[in-house]
């Protein structure tokens, strides 16, 4: 084991498990002072000069913060694509590339596409950047978040029409009309907080996590309905839900009027995804 390699892992200890704090390490040597990975795993060293010295005792400094790790890279990894993320933006979870990718099975090359609360952009970019026919509109209500995701957007030469919007408050105009509507909305309860990591809790967004108690399904149902209006006789809806609720908005979605409702699950066997014609 490198020099670096085993100092890091001593200093997270305590901290982060030792497989957590194995992966920390290798991602400081190889993403941040750029080690080939072939090296790192051969165990050979790596010669850190004073100024890198510092920084990497900044980035210990930050990790035993619970920072995470995407923020102090300043970037992210969603369906093969690296993306830029801060502070401003949730990081990009695997469900949500399962979201993507099942969408990528069923969308018609040439759709055309709105995602709701797009974040750091991830499903917009993914969309655009494999469905290059589509059109692809993203909504977000917060303006530092809609500046990480055009940067995404421009960086990956994704065509993609970014709008600041309220989807809560928002009257779509007659003429706006999709055949598809994603949205990772906000979708944890309050009563959830307890339950969650202090990574999660203490560093992303509190807009894009948290849900009232009382009203778990209010994107949901605003969405929904938002979509009775905007989407084509046909059109699809796309959740990714908080898997305590899939009954819950199979329901409202049905009670709405929609067709062909599907609650299906991620790979960890959770309810994940719902899926709605209209
Ligand atoms: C769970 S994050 C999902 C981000 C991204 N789509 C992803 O999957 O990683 C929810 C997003 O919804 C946005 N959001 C929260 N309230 C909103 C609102 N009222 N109108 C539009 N977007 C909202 C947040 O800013 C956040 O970017």
Request: net charge negative; hydrophobic share 40%; proline share 5%.
């Amino acid at each position: 084991m490198n020099i670096t390699t085993a100092y890091v892992r001593r200093k997270l200890q305590g901290y982060y498990t030792p497989q957590e704090a194995g992966n920390l390490s290798r991602l400081i040597c190889c993403e941040i002072f750029g080690q080939r990975t072939v090296d790192y795993y051969l165990g050979k060293d790596i010669t850190l000069s004073a100024k890198a010295k510092q920084e990497l005792e900044s980035i210990l400094t930050r990790l035993h913060n619970f920072e995470p790790i995407q923020y102090i890279l300043g970037e992210a990894r969603f369906l093969g694509r690296t993306l830029c993320v801060t502070p401003d933006v949730l990081i990009p979870r695997p469900e949500t590339e399962e979201l993507v990718e099942l969408m990528l099975k069923e969308l018609s090359p040439a759709s055309r596409v709105l995602d709701i609360g797009t974040g750091s952009g991830c499903i917009a970019v993914s969309l655009a950047k494999e469905l290059p026919e589509s059109q692809v509109t993203a909504w977000d209500v917060s303006e530092k978040a809609l500046s990480v995701a055009a940067l995404n957007g421009g960086a990956l030469r994704a065509s993609i029409r970014f709008e600041q919007r309220d989807v809560l408050t928002y009257t779509p105009d007659v003429t706006e009309c999709y055949d598809v509507i994603v949205s990772n909305p906000p979708y944890v309860t309050e009563a959830e907080k307890a339950e969650m990591e202090q990574n999660v809790l203490d560093w992303e967004p509190s807009l894009a996590l948290f849900v009232p108690d009382a009203d778990p399904l209010r994107f949901y149902r605003r969405i929904a309905v938002l979509g009775l209006e905007m989407l084509v006789p046909g059109g699809k809806l796309y959740f990714e839900i908080n898997r305590a609720f899939g009954e819950d908005t199979v329901s409202m979605l049905r009670d709405l009027g929609y067709r062909t409702v599907r609650l299906q699950k991620d790979i960890s066997h959770n309810d994940r995804f719902v899926i709605a014609e209209k």
